[in-house]
């Protein structure tokens, strides 16, 4: 059948099972939008305020349903306005697939009104970029580029049109009636490294040697599906796990084995126990800077056993005793029924005495997040999605929230992106809208891109949105008062604007607490709520994330509030 180019994009999406999309139209993709808008009976389009809130919410989609996140963006502005929100998801492993609108093929090249190369701007970003100038290339750039996103290690991939494709016509043949979409999917499965038997077989006997065993668990375990295949692993083994921030949830938070975060804001007992141990086993983790702190040292006494589906990881950051590649939830697979039950109960002892000596604790005399938090996760039992900025708040969110299942916890991690947070809230709810959806942020991070909030209002997309308030920059503010002589430049965000105000304005609900007695009725209140609320939350603008490992120092040199009073 002969169709457009606007057409055969969006028969290539529902061929993808792709109902929802998060975008911004403007001048080079109106040929896709005025096709849309016929197919409104297919396609849920959530417009939102700005493109990098497009960006965000299509992360926070796929992270939530396990799904690709689609997004679209017209050229120039529209197009660079994705930027921080494909970088966010190439950090953290998201599939997402941007499509793009171009100048007209003619007319590239020429510094042409809103003409950027925006697949050369995205390419240190993404896993693949697309620019589609002939309309018989349409079809198969964008099958390939979803099996690009979701395949091995998830990422984002753009998709670059030039309008006049968007025009032109041809006979569209549907996928797998020519061949080429399985073609295309064996091609990309065979870069794809596996564990062999003789390295499970090692592995094995690497475990089973172990007194002491950990196991650290990344965001590869969420990805994967591998929550059950870690569980069974750690109760076989009878092995503590602490986890990253990309890793919550795929180990349940209040199992009895595990201890905690690992890393710069981990708990003392993960540090600490890591730093102890004879062997760790990395599950679906890339060591980062803020994991491992200094990598001299890091669990220098312990044999490392790395288990990941991208090669690249192996030996970059740690080196490794023994790795696995492949699928962490097929490798698990194949490697549980060779190993026999194991009792470390002197160890586990050790571990528990870690945890009685350093819990982790807060001012339960006034209102903090921590305090704020753990009322949530009382409220909901732990059952919610639960997104973040970056900052204080993204730690406490962490520490005090227990998260049971995987997709629970959506913040960005690698890339660090202030702003993340609301965006990545909506797309989460559109795309689990049985689930309770709450976005914790620092009041710095809310101004980034706390126009999204109109787009909640729009849609009456009931997200609550949390403004942890101390006005000022909360995480610098804390290296600037420990590690900067109480220099506060440029933190200080005391200016007078009333995030309720600005709340009501954008068409929410809004509520302000101020004291500790005042966060249950809140809390119930918003969970409650048929539409989008805000709860402003003032706190203190010294309260401090503890515990804190100083960058490029020991895990094991993790100190806390108490450590700090003995110094003085």
Not at 8 to 19: P, R, S
Not at 294 to 316: C, R, S, T, Y
Not at 539 to 551: H, T
Request: negative net charge; contains cysteine.
């Amino acid at each position: 059948m002969q169709l457009t180019g606007a057409q055969i994009v969006l028969e290539c999406l529902k061929e993808q099972g792709v109902d929802t999309i998060f975008g911004y139209p403007g001048g080079t993709i109106l040929n896709i939008y005025d096709e849309l808008y016929k197919q409104q009976d297919v396609f849920r389009h959530v417009l939102t305020s700005h493109e990098q809130g497009a960006a965000h919410a299509a992360d926070g989609y796929a992270r939530a349903t396990g799904k690709v996140g689609v997004c679209f963006a017209t050229s120039g502005p529209g197009s660079t306005n994705l930027v921080t929100g494909i970088a966010t998801a190439y950090m953290d492993s998201v599939p997402m697939v941007a499509i793009t609108c171009n100048v007209n093929l003619p007319l590239l090249g020429k510094d042409t009104f809103q003409e950027v190369d925006i697949a050369g701007i995205t390419m240190p970003i993404t896993k693949h970029g697309f620019i589609v100038k002939h309309v018989e290339d349409l079809a198969v750039t964008i099958r390939r580029a979803f099996d690009i996103a979701k395949s091995g290690r998830p990422g984002p991939v753009l998709v670059d049109i030039t309008k006049d494709v968007t025009a032109q016509q041809m006979e569209f043949t549907p996928s797998g009636a020519d061949g080429t979409a399985a073609s295309i999917g064996s091609s990309v499965a065979s870069r794809r490294g596996a564990a062999t038997e003789e390295t499970l077989e090692e592995a094995v006997r690497m475990i089973e040697e172990a007194e002491r065993p950990y196991l650290y668990v990344g965001g590869g375990a969420v990805i994967s599906g591998a929550a059950q295949e870690v569980r069974d692993l750690a109760h076989r083994i009878q092995a503590p796990v602490c986890d990253t921030l990309m890793g919550k949830g795929a180990f349940d938070g209040t199992d009895p084995l595990y201890t905690g975060m690992i890393g710069m804001h981990g708990t003392k007992t993960s540090n600490f126990g890591v730093s102890a141990c004879d062997l760790l086993i990395t599950l679906g983790a890339r060591f980062s800077d803020r994991v491992i702190g200094n990598p001299q040292v890091f669990a220098k006494q312990a044999k490392i056993l790395q288990i990941d589906v991208d090669a690249a990881e192996i030996n970059k950051n740690i080196r490794v005793d023994l790795a696995l590649v492949g699928d962490l939830k097929e490798v698990l697979g194949r490697l549980l029924p060779k190993l026999h039950e194991q009792r470390h109960d002197a160890w586990l002892s050790r571990i528990r005495g870690f945890e009685e000596a350093y819990p982790l604790t807060y001012d339960q005399t006034v209102l903090t997040c921590p305090y704020l938090m753990e009322e949530l996760d009382r409220l909901t039992g732990g059952s919610a999605i639960i997104s973040t900025d970056v900052g204080q708040h993204q730690m406490w969110a962490s520490q005090f929230y227990r998260y049971r299942q995987p997709r629970t916890f959506l913040t960005s991690g690698g890339l660090g992106t202030m702003g993340y947070g609301l965006g990545a809230a909506i797309g989460a709810k559109v795309g689990c809208p049985d689930r309770t959806v709450v976005n914790i942020a620092g009041d710095g991070c809310f101004r980034m891109n706390m126009n999204e909030l109109a787009t909640a209002s729009r849609y009456r997309i009931p997200v609550i949105e949390i403004i942890i308030d101390n006005r000022v920059l909360g995480m610098v503010r804390q290296w600037q008062t420990l590690f900067y002589g109480q220099r506060y430049s440029s933190t200080v965000l005391d200016d007078g604007v009333d995030y309720c105000k600005v709340a009501e304005g954008l068409g929410c609900e809004a509520i302000r607490i101020t004291k500790r007695e005042e966060v249950t009725p809140a809390l119930e209140r918003a969970l409650a709520a048929k539409g989008p609320i805000v709860i402003d939350c003032v706190i203190d603008q010294d309260d401090k994330v503890f515990p804190m490992v100083p960058a490029g120092k020991p895990i094991s040199e993790a100190f806390d509030a108490s450590d700090l009073e003995k110094q003085h």
